[in-house]
Nanobody
């Protein structure tokens, strides 16, 4: 069983920064999780991808995240991160981390097996 626990969500002013963390625990080998990612869901909207990172450290970003957000992972700490800067009100959402054993998994949330409970990010203007 794989468990993901997010932290770091907060309320910030527009232009501010936040760093989210996702601690991953498993009773199997964590290196079988070849894809990890951050997704978000705003009120009344569908869950959408933000950033992905693969087992070879390849990263992918959506257009809205590119240049402002950075995804990274610390294998020694079994933790996934999302550094967010230049936050805007439209970034307000619940942010979820996700993991899957599929290599180079895609953006579709339905293709991801493991999810955290989410952490709230609120950006005020």
């Amino acid at each position: 069983q794989v468990q993901l626990v997010e932290s770091g969500g907060d309320s910030v002013q527009a232009g501010g920064s936040l760093k989210l963390a996702c601690e991953i625990s498993s009773d199997t080998y964590l290196d079988t999780l070849h894809s990890m990612g951050w997704f978000r869901q705003a009120p009344g909207k569908e869950r959408e991808g933000v950033a992905l990172i693969y087992h070879d450290d390849t990263t992918m970003y959506t257009h809205s995240a590119k240049g402002r957000f950075t995804i990274s992972k610390d294998n020694a700490k079994n933790t996934l991160y999302l550094q967010m800067s230049s936050l805007q009100p439209e970034d307000t959402a619940i942010y979820y981390c996700a993991a899957d054993s599929t290599p180079y998994n895609n953006w579709f949330p339905g293709r991801w097996k493991y999810w955290g409970q989410g952490t709230q990010v609120t950006v005020s203007s």
